[in-house]
């Protein structure tokens, strides 16, 4: 198996096979991540060409302080966020402080991702980087130019708005 230093290695030497390695081991987790933030399948598909050919034009930019899959997925989500233009509401009323009670939930795995993607933009933008890829309020908010405060209401809110989605049959 080849190492990620190896495939870094190769890209920056125009090593067309160590370009597609490169590919194919990151392409199904980018292609879910633009999908889920972008909520249609061309424009996912859109994302991660654009995002893939930015990987390649400057992967002699990455400086090896976090895993190279990291890295990707950061350009994947600037990439998707302009694709749809997420509109992050900067004048959400601030958390009441309440918790979502999730309460027992029958759901499957279907209805879940159908009603994330049902989520309005911004909403299911920070659903999915906070609750799906884990980054934590401080993150997003670098990635999107938003406050923390702003992350965290748009998450309450994301999360409020699917438990009722979820219990709507």
Known sequence: ?????????????????????????????????????????????????????????????????????????QIVVRKSTKKKRIVIWQNVEEETGESINWGEIDINVAHLQTAILALPDGFRTIFVLAEIEGYTHREIAVMLNISEGTSKSQLFHAKRKLRSMLTQR
């Open 1 to 73: 198996m080849t190492t990620e230093a190896e495939l870094i290695t190769g890209c920056l030497l125009h090593d067309r096979t160590a370009q597609r390695l490169l590919y194919d081991r990151y392409k199904n987790a980018m292609y879910t991540l633009a999908y889920r933030i972008t909520g249609d399948y061309d424009d996912a598909n859109d994302v991660l060409q654009d995002s893939f050919m930015e990987v390649f034009r400057h992967l002699d930019q990455f400086r090896g302080e976090a895993k190279l899959g990291a890295w990707i997925k």
